[in-house]
């Protein structure tokens, strides 16, 4: 009989925000997956590790995940990565691929289910506690009252037209775009229409919350999110 696929979610950094249901599958996994070559270097591994300190015993599979927007090299490594997974989920193993935040959003784990579903394997999605939820109790906000809706914006790209939309906005992935991102949201802060904050590190040692946009860092951040609130 297969194996199961695990896709877990850590959450976004402190170690207590693992869910008791990711808690149990860590420690009943036969292998951990890891995105990253040197598990001590994983974001995922060290959020983990206080809270489930039996997977430093455990089989670990540990992979560097390249980042390119190159769709065809993308697929290929995934599906070199699979090969890697497959074998073992086909002779029993059950396999638990950590995640930061949630597996839904904006994961890796993603194209690794997607091609073990295809496969007949059994996956399971264990949700962590997404960054902007964290982020925003750490900013003491709320994302949304009555009707007002959210929007999860990707800052990969222009963001000008989702800036439009109405409700509270999310920034993810917004990487070396950040400057670009700050010159359109200073002007809106300005004229009194937004308040803007981003948490950098949100649940770790290092976290730092920031509120106006003219106060967000420049420098790259991966571990940052932004939420711009409406007026």
Do not use: W
């Amino acid at each position: 009989m297969a194996g199961v696929l695990f896709g877990i979610g850590v959450g976004p950094g402190d170690p207590d925000m693992l869910t008791l249901k990711a808690v149990k599958a860590i420690k009943e996994a036969d292998v951990i997956c890891l995105p990253k070559a040197e598990k001590d270097k994983c974001v995922a591994y060290q959020i983990a590790l206080p809270a489930v300190p039996e997977i430093r015993y455990k089989k670990t599979i540990s992979l560097d995940f390249e980042m390119t927007s190159d769709t065809v090299r993308l697929e290929q490594i995934h599906g070199e990565f699979y090969q890697k997974y497959k074998q073992l989920l086909i002779e029993g193993y059950n396999l638990a691929f950590l995640t930061i935040g949630d597996p839904t959003v904006y994961s890796t784990f993603g194209y690794i289910m997607k091609l073990a579903k295809k496969d007949g394997i059994e996956v399971e999605i264990i949700n962590g506690i997404t960054s902007f939820c964290g982020s925003a109790a750490a900013a003491g906000i709320l994302l949304s009252e009555g009707e007002e809706n959210i929007h999860i914006i990707s800052g990969q790209g222009n963001i000008d037209e989702e800036l439009k939309l109405s409700g509270t906005k999310i920034i993810m992935k917004s990487g070396k775009n950040i400057s670009a991102i700050k010159e359109k949201l200073i002007p809106l802060e300005e004229a009194d229409r937004i308040i803007v904050y981003a948490v950098v590190d949100c649940g770790k040692e290092t976290e730092q919350i920031y509120k106006g946009a003219m106060m967000i860092p420049e420098a790259c951040k991966y571990m940052m999110t932004i939420i711009i609130k409406e007026k």
